[in-house]
């Protein structure tokens, strides 16, 4: 049986260090204690929240439920060839100590992903992406406990139907399962990506190409950009980068003609909301405890005691800001509960 604690504060659950409080609070670090959650919470007729590492989230309420932190640890070789090794990995990991398993077993895959804030559970949620590489490319099936039927479910790779920082579990699955088990399948003979930004300069000074030095160059940029959560309260890319119609990205190609751009299909180009938001006069601005970073305009920060309706506050007014100047909506990436 777990310890079901009551009023408990979840500043120390979210990287955004937002200071609310769940009516119930259950570390689970077994499928049982999991169950035994989610009876609590029927029995008592809440509602359950899940949170993971809390990396990806912004808290505006005091929640009156169950929070549920699935804590399952454990990494399996389930299954392993010549050319790939398949691992199933508790959801509770840290998403990180997943990342450099992997890189010390050699098996290859993920390790664009290193340094990402969070836990394993939550990767598949979101489809974690950076420097080229998303989750999806990895991840083999998902285990999950359906929270109405209490019965386990397995999602094959495009049953979890992955998007851009999307999937299923974001979808109609919303708040209706939690991750349990996530397999990768992780290559002995990577193929290493090293096409975004300046990541095969970075690993050319490290000494030249091999998972570890793929890892220490994305550690390294990550680092220099992005705030670190320890020291300074964000939960990563606040917004998702727009995709928008070729026709609107032609206008603003006319007059800033140095916006950054990546093509996604024929007739839809995608623009680093990070630009947008900086051309907007955002980037390095602080509005009371809180504020947009000074080296990344995509991430908010929260210089200490910013509540979370205040960090919203100021993400509805970016929104406000690009939408009148470019006439483009910003989506959220980070989930506000
Ligand atoms: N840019 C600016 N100003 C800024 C930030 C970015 O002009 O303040 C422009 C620059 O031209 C830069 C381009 O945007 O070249 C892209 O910037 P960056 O490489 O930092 O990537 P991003 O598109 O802003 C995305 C992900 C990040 C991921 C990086 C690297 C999203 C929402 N964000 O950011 O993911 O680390 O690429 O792959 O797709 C996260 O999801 O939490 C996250 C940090």
């Known amino acids: 049986m777990p310890v079901i ?71 399996t070789l389930t299954e392993e060839t010549d050319s790939d090794a398949i691992v199933k990995v508790g959801a509770g990991m840290t998403w990180d100590a997943l990342v450099n398993i992997a890189v010390d077993h050699g098996w290859g895959g993920i390790e664009n992903l290193s340094n990402i804030p969070g836990s394993v559970g939550a990767a598949p949620i979101q489809n974690i992406g950076a420097y080229g590489v998303e989750a999806k490319d990895a991840i083999f099936k998902v285990e999950a406990i359906e929270i109405k039927t209490r019965k386990s479910l397995e999602f094959s790779n495009s049953e979890c139907r992955f998007g851009y920082r ?35 300069e970075e690993v050319e000074k490290l000494g030249g190409v091999s998972l570890k030095n793929i890892r220490q160059a994305v550690i390294n940029i990550r680092s220099a950009k992005l705030p670190d959560p320890a020291v300074i309260g964000n939960a990563g890319s606040f917004f998702k980068n727009p995709v928008v119609e070729d026709v609107l990205f032609q206008k603003i190609q006319q007059d800033y003609p140095d916006v950054p751009h990546f093509s996604v299909s024929e007739s839809h180009v995608k623009i680093p909301a990070g630009w947008l938001i900086e051309q907007c006069g955002w980037k390095g601005k602080r509005v009371g405890s809180c504020g947009v970073h000074d080296k990344q305009a995509l991430v908010l920060v929260n210089y200490g005691g910013a509540t979370g309706e205040e960090i919203l506050t100021l993400a509805r007014s970016i929104q406000q800001s690009v939408y009148d100047r470019f006439h483009i909506n910003l989506d959220m990436e980070v989930n506000i509960c």
């Not at 009023?7 to 570390?27: C, H, I, Q, R, W």
């Not at 939690?178 to 930004?197: C, M, N």
């Open 5 to 75: 604690k009551k009023n408990v504060s979840l500043k120390p659950y979210n990287t955004f260090g937002v200071d609310v409080s769940a009516s119930y609070f259950v570390k689970a670090n077994t499928l049982e204690k999991i169950l035994y959650a989610i009876n609590f919470a029927s029995y008592n007729q809440l509602p359950i929240f899940i949170i993971g590492g809390g990396s990806n989230m912004l808290l505006t309420k005091n929640l009156n439920g169950v929070m549920v932190n699935p804590f399952i640890q454990g990494l």
């Open 166 to 200: 999307d999937s299923i579990f974001k979808q109609e699955l919303r708040g209706k399962v939690i991750v349990t088990h996530v397999w990768f399948k992780l290559s002995k003979k990577p193929e290493y990506q090293l096409a975004y930004g300046n990541l095969k």
